[in-house]
């Protein structure tokens, strides 16, 4: 008897079971709340770019002028907010930024047209909040350079130009300067020796 | 989520009784579709039987597609599933070897395990050859141990070696299968037509 | 030929056709914002100017250094063994293979800690683990490290321990006696700033 | 699983589709669960490894290729998931054979044309070709050409190729022996 003259029902119905299940994965896929809006590289970009930090001076200029529409959060804990605060600054603490409602609210703010200015007690509390923003979608949100310390700085008129990313100092004339005495012991570094790994390999060899 | 038992999320003596499990089902299934007679492997070669093909072409083409499916869904983390390594020249001979073997002697390991578990006594010598033949393999390894890892691509996947992504390359085995499995079903037709004294064992 | 055959046929290379027209869904390694959020607001990402400098004293052989300033800012002058991933070359796939190597603790840093921070949250989207950043970046290694401050009288013995610390860590890295630590500032006044003005980067 | 009996006038063995379904989703089960497809020579391997250990222990360690499966803890090679898995393929095997009425007496199965001594013969030349050739190709049909295809590994791809590839090329000369 030929094989083919069996009436496959068995298989159609094995075979339709499968299907199922892939069906059943694809309407499970849950969309995730949030998505990156930005790819890895284009975030690479925007670092590199210097792009959404906000000086105080402007924020100033920002605040009194009437033309822009400009909400500031406070992404320091309650008590911090408290003892002061960006006047007319609104209380977000950073594990609390994307909650539902603060997402529906700054989709709103975005739709307006307004400028998000987020600012923690230094730069580097608000930056990772910022960043995160950035790369899902909102690109009104801004950074307040320098964070409330340099702020308040600013206010008390103590302070220059903020540039934290620069070198204070020429790292190889200050860290060479004792080499003077004559000694000269400073090895150049080595070069890093690292074994390239390849990440895959995390599933045990041996096969057949 | 998975694979589960890299991730560890199996753990400890378990992992032994699903290896006996999955190989269960899979003597299990390769003795209830024939491939513990080696006339219906063979059958494969002269056109009067391909059972093989579309045991394994089904087989292949089922997984794939599911194994994409299952990493699109993030059931899978594909990452950590074993991918073979490629080993050009070696592999290139060990196919030849293989595919001689499999015409001469008409099993592979995995079928000769269930004809011999249904008492085929070529089953036996089949197995017993093969024991043999890893042996004599292992014996002589130091010959030809550059030979063994020379040309080593690593864990090359298709999609990868031809520049295309793996979704095409499944749909293409999807495609080329079904052909097979229409061409095959005439050339099996035919061939039968000429054999009256052909029958399944 | 039966009619389910060709059912079968059809409904397999609908499938895998079905692979092709998926829509592209994100990377599955890369971790949910929400993730990210919350790692972002631990701390402990941060490693100290003094923790590097005994692990590079050491010898620690799992850590890997990163520096993401520009490669002629790194000519220059950079940490013993660190590497040098310009910020604007993070993506790179070569640069790539130097992340999730099994047993290795990735710390990067910068002039100040705010670009090596940005670095780290990316490398933190892509599902890295065991990555740090050297808080108040190369600034601060100057002022701590290689410009140890002797405490005031009043200081705490733990902060004597630091600075002699300190002093043992600047010898290591500048060639100075220990003997003679006041060599090492010759020529350069100790910043001092105004209160309030502690900005760059809280070193 | 059907593990019915199937009716007498149909034949003894399943739709060679609904197997290839089965194995394919057992393959699939395989991958999820253990991130590894199916293997079949890989437990001989560790069983002459084993074998040889115990009765050369030293020959063992000075060949490269047995010490690369002898674990270092000291621990027996064939307490090993490819052990396992061949056990249970030999039994699931036995039972499949058991339910469709196969199981029987030892038997040699040839062509007409040919004798049970020849057909033992090339049987045995077979089996040893392939064990060489298994190694050479990092695992045989179910290790190599079918898991390894089937996670689309390349070189998986080219044992498959060549092992049916030959197999057609050299049909010719073997005829004899099966039809």
């Known amino acids: 008897m030929h094989v083919h003259e069996l009436n496959p029902k068995k298989t159609v119905i094995t075979m339709v079971i499968f299907v199922v299940v892939i069906i059943a994965g694809l309407l499970t896929l849950t969309n995730p709340r949030l998505k990156y809006a930005l790819t890895p590289e284009q975030t690479v970009l925007l670092t590199v770019s210097d792009d959404g930090g906000i000086t105080p001076e402007k924020l100033e200029l920002m605040l009194t002028g009437s033309t822009e529409k400009v909400e500031i959060i406070d992404i320091r804990n309650h008590y911090e907010f408290a003892r002061g605060h960006i006047p007319g600054a609104r209380n977000i603490s950073a594990v609390e930024l994307l909650e539902k409602d603060n997402i529906e609210w700054l989709k709103d703010l975005q739709e307006k047209g307004f400028t998000v200015v987020i600012y923690g007690k230094n730069q580097m509390q608000a930056n990772g909040p910022w960043m995160v923003f950035r790369q899902i979608g909102f690109s009104n949100v801004h950074v307040l350079l320098g964070g409330y310390q340099y702020y308040l700085a600013y206010k008390n008129h103590e302070t220059q130009n903020y540039s934290p990313c620069k070198a204070d100092f020429n790292y190889a004339e200050v860290a060479k300067v004792s080499v003077t005495s004559g000694e000269d012991n400073n090895q150049p570094a080595k070069k890093t020796t690292i074994v390239r790994r390849k990440k895959k390999g995390g599933a045990v060899a041996g096969g057949c | 989520m998975g694979p589960l038992i890299p991730q560890e999320i199996i753990t400890g003596q378990w992992d032994f009784v699903i290896a006996l499990l999955i190989g269960g089902a899979f003597g299990f299934i390769l003795e209830a579709s024939g491939f513990s007679s080696s006339r219906n492997i063979a059958g494969v070669f002269y056109g009067y039987n391909f059972v093989v093909l579309r045991v394994f072409f089904t087989a292949m083409i089922v997984a794939m597609v599911g194994l994409l499916y299952f990493s699109y869904f993030g059931w899978i983390d594909l990452d950590l599933v074993f991918v073979l390594p490629t080993y050009l020249n070696s592999m290139l001979f060990g196919g030849f070897l293989m595919g001689l073997g499999f015409v001469i002697g008409g099993f592979c390991p995995g079928t000769s395990y269930t004809a011999v578990a249904i008492g085929k006594i070529d089953g036996i010598v089949f197995a017993t050859g093969f024991l043999i033949g890893v042996f004599l393999f292992a014996e002589g390894f130091p010959f030809y141990e550059d030979f063994y890892t020379a040309n080593d691509l690593g864990n090359i996947t298709i999609g990868e070696m031809f520049g295309i992504s793996n979704e095409w390359i499944a749909f293409l085995f999807v495609v080329v299968a079904i052909v097979a499995f229409y061409v095959t079903w005439l050339i099996e037709k035919r061939v039968r037509k000429n054999m009256t004294e052909y029958k399944f064992e | 030929m039966n009619k389910n055959y060709l059912f079968l046929a059809i409904l397999m290379i609908l499938l895998a056709a079905g692979l092709l027209l998926v829509p592209e869904r994100q990377n599955y390694q890369q971790i949910k914002p929400e993730k990210l959020m919350w790692d972002i607001t631990q701390t402990s990402r941060f490693v100290t100017v003094d923790q590097v400098a005994q692990m590079i004293i050491e010898g620690d052989p799992t850590l890997e250094l990163i520096d993401i300033r520009p490669a002629k800012d790194f000519e220059a002058f950079s940490l013993t063994n660190a590497i040098n991933i310009p910020l604007d070359s993070l993506m790179k796939p070569d640069y790539q293979d130097y992340f999730g190597i099994e047993d290795m603790n990735v710390v990067f840093y910068g002039n100040s800690d705010i670009k090596a921070d940005q670095a780290w949250v990316i490398s933190k989207r892509m599902g890295y683990n065991s990555i740090y950043v050297m808080q108040g970046g190369l600034n601060c290694w100057i002022r701590k490290i290689i410009q140890p401050v002797e405490p005031e009288e009043s200081a705490s013995q733990e902060e004597f321990d630091l600075y002699q610390f300190r002093k043992g860590a600047c010898a290591f890295f500048t060639g100075t006696k220990v003997e003679a630590p006041d060599a090492g500032k010759t020529g350069i006044k100790v910043v001092k700033r105004k209160k309030g003005t502690a900005v760059a980067g809280g070193c | ?179």
Not at chain 4, 47 to 66: F, I, M, R, S
């Open chain 4, 1 to 179: 699983m059907d593990t019915k009996i199937v009716k007498k006038q149909q034949p003894k063995y399943i739709n060679p589709y609904f197997g290839g379904i089965l194995l394919g989703l057992l393959l699939l089960a395989a991958f999820f669960i253990a991130g590894r497809g199916l293997s079949a020579s890989g437990a001989v391997k560790l069983l002459v490894v084993t074998v040889v250990d115990k009765v050369a222990p030293a020959h063992a360690e000075g060949n490269a290729y047995y010490s690369k499966f002898i674990p270092a803890d000291g621990s027996s090679p064939l307490y090993n998931w490819l052990i396992f898995g061949a056990i249970g393929t030999f039994f699931g095997g036995m039972l499949s054979g058991a339910i469709f009425g196969r199981l029987k007496k030892l038997r040699v199965e040839h062509s007409p044309k040919i004798s049970a001594r020849t057909r033992l013969i090339a049987a045995g030349a077979g089996g040893i070709l392939f064990g060489i050739g298994s190694q050479f190709g990092r695992g045989c049909s179910s290790g190599a050409a079918l898991s390894g295809t089937a996670s689309l590994s390349f070189g998986g791809l080219i044992v498959m190729a060549l092992m049916f590839g030959i197999g057609y090329v050299f049909a010719w000369f073997f005829r004899k022996l099966w039809i």
